[in-house]
């Protein structure tokens, strides 16, 4: 597990605060317009959920999700810190709108 030092992130920037490598690979960080994501291995690929801004609970919960970004493992080593960072930081970017349904 590698912790990241606090920092100020712009606009266009994101950075991973935690990451374990390897078959059971996940993690978390945040994105330059102050949401959060995390990752994890899920049913053969890398499953990124970006959270909504300024989250009050120390857990989010599935209400919390806006968007969800995939990436296949074939194209991950999992066991390298740079691929996997590199995969998620393409799936971020990548992450598309969750829908929710009326109730």
Do not use: C, W
């Amino acid at each position: 597990m590698t912790l990241a030092v606090d920092r100020e992130l712009d606009h266009q920037k994101f950075a991973i605060e935690d990451i374990s490598t390897g078959v059971h690979a996940s993690g978390f960080g945040q994105v330059g317009d102050g949401r959060s994501f995390s990752f994890h291995i899920e049913r053969q690929q890398l499953v990124v959920e970006v959270y909504r801004p300024r989250l009050t609970a120390l857990v989010p919960q599935e209400e919390d999700v806006v968007a969800v970004g995939t990436h296949k493992l074939t194209d991950i080593d999992l066991t390298d810190k740079r691929s996997l960072s590199a995969a998620v930081r393409d799936a971020v970017a990548a992450a598309q709108p969750v829908s929710r349904t009326n109730r």
